[in-house]
């Protein structure tokens, strides 16, 4: 496998593997790169099987040492956004002997561990990937209480799955934006699905909407993978209009689900680009899917590696990709069977289509009847007056829960014109216990750096 990957990107050559704020590197350079990167982890004592953390986003720099570890048969763990929790979290399930910076400036190896505190990790962590020879991924979880979930992949599994893709014969036939994290599973597969088959990756700066924008009229970008709340972003924005987005071909939109008013609104704004539901978690990898239509929130998981089933509503999934545990959690999300239970809540129509409901966890029951946050929210989208919103639950001594909901209202409106145009606008449209009882006036809505909508909201103002 490991042959296979640098064979191939022998034979791309020439070809432009990223492009790194105005700068292409081709193959040939990512290649000598990685090899100076295997060289400079040698010589600061990182060894096959240790764990390594890499800290940065995207770069050549982190793209190569991501290319190199996996060459050497380490564990990695991507990490964009460095915390002092997220650190002592991963030192003290990971047992990382190094870590792995890349900078503005260039490469920076530090030691994390002692020798013997290394090779303990190194045995703990890589012991579990049932492989010797085989690299390893940690990926940690978005959750935003607590610590993360350290989650262990096959790094090889990954890589053998993009492998078996046939490379493009054009040079430069797939240029894809890296809009998705760099440690997150989307980001991965992203970058993977495009370098392994000898596309461009394009390497933003900020993701900011703008930015987004403007790269994808100077490459002539043809697929946008994306997810629904930075879809807004970019239409409230009216950065779709003030670009020329006209090569786009495809969006994927993922992370979260979407409300069928908004797909609406995103149809409208993109009349000529077909609109793909994707659909995959950190445990399992991203499945290939199929939309029912560029209008319609119902999609069929439609890969080979991937088997899904629902049990009280629930959506299961099984796949090729499947992680190997986690290394700090009891492995309580998975069935005695294997199946991952990924907290999603789907209705399941009769010819095999899905549609995503909401997420298990952030059901709002009110007295007993319940609510998913997505069902008012896609209600609300359809108001002329409300340009994004979100909804969520707060606890209530009597009901148990009460309805919560921020909006970012379109125009100049008073919390009392906004308040009083929701109850005209919902009543008849939804039964009485989805009433908010909360509406905040925000000037933006909270997203999370997975770019999904933040649904606790401890700061909200209330009455």
């Given at each position: ?462 009455e």
């Open positions: 496998m490991r042959e296979e990957l640098i064979r191939r990107f022998e034979e791309f050559g020439p070809r432009t593997a990223l492009f790194d704020h105005g700068t292409a590197v081709t193959y040939t350079e990512l290649l000598e790169r990685i090899r100076d990167t295997r060289k400079r982890l040698a010589l600061h004592g990182v060894e096959p099987r240790q764990t390594v953390v890499l800290h940065g986003d995207y770069s050549p720099d982190s793209v190569a040492a991501l290319f190199a570890l996996f060459l050497d048969g380490n564990v990695v763990v991507p990490v964009v956004t460095l915390t002092d929790t997220t650190l002592d979290t991963v030192v003290e399930h990971c047992r990382p002997g190094h870590l792995v910076r890349t900078t503005g400036a260039g490469v920076e190896i530090r030691d994390l561990t002692g020798p013997a505190d290394a090779a303990v990790g190194a045995g703990a962590v890589h012991g579990r990937l049932g492989d010797p020879d085989a690299a390893g991924l940690v990926l940690l979880s978005s959750g935003s209480t607590g610590a993360p979930k350290v989650i262990l992949h096959s790094l090889d599994v990954l890589v053998g799955e993009k492998l078996q893709k046939r490379p493009r014969r054009r040079a430069n036939a797939l240029n894809i934006l890296m809009v998705l994290m760099f440690d997150h599973i989307g980001g991965i597969n992203s970058l993977l699905s495009t370098l392994l088959v000898g596309g461009t990756a394009i390497l933003p700066e900020r993701r900011t909407p703008e930015e987004i924008c403007s790269l994808i009229e100077r490459h002539r970008i043809l697929v946008l993978p994306t997810s629904p709340t930075y879809l807004n972003l970019m239409m409230v924005g009216g950065y779709h209009r003030t670009y020329d987005l006209s090569s786009l071909r495809l969006i994927t939109y993922g992370t979260e689900p979407m409300s069928e008013e908004l797909l609406l609104r995103v149809r409208g704004a993109f009349p000529g680009v077909r609109l793909l539901q994707t659909f995959g978690t950190s445990e399992t990898g991203i499945a290939a899917t199929t939309s029912e239509s560029s209008t319609s929130t119902y999609f069929k998981i439609s890969d080979d590696g991937v088997e899904y089933r629902v049990v009280d509503g629930e959506l299961q999934l099984r796949s090729r990709t499947q992680f190997l545990g986690y290394l700090n959690y009891e492995d309580d999300s998975l069935t005695e069977d294997r199946w991952f239970r990924t907290g999603d809540l789907v209705e399941e129509a009769a010819d095999g289509f899905l549609r995503i409901k909401g997420r298990a966890k952030e059901v709002i029951n009110v007295g007993g009847e319940k609510l998913l946050p997505l069902e008012l929210e896609s209600v609300l989208m359809g108001s002329p007056l409300v340009e994004d919103c979100v909804v969520y639950g707060r606890p209530n001594a009597i009901t148990g829960q009460s309805v919560c909901v921020d909006i970012k209202p379109r125009g100049e409106l008073t919390r009392a014109a906004l308040r009083k145009h929701v109850a005209e606008f919902l009543a008849g449209r939804v039964e009485p216990f989805k009433m908010p009882s909360k509406i905040n006036v925000v000037d933006t809505i909270a997203m999370s750096d997975r770019m999904k909508k933040l649904r606790s909201r401890p700061g909200a103002d209330e």
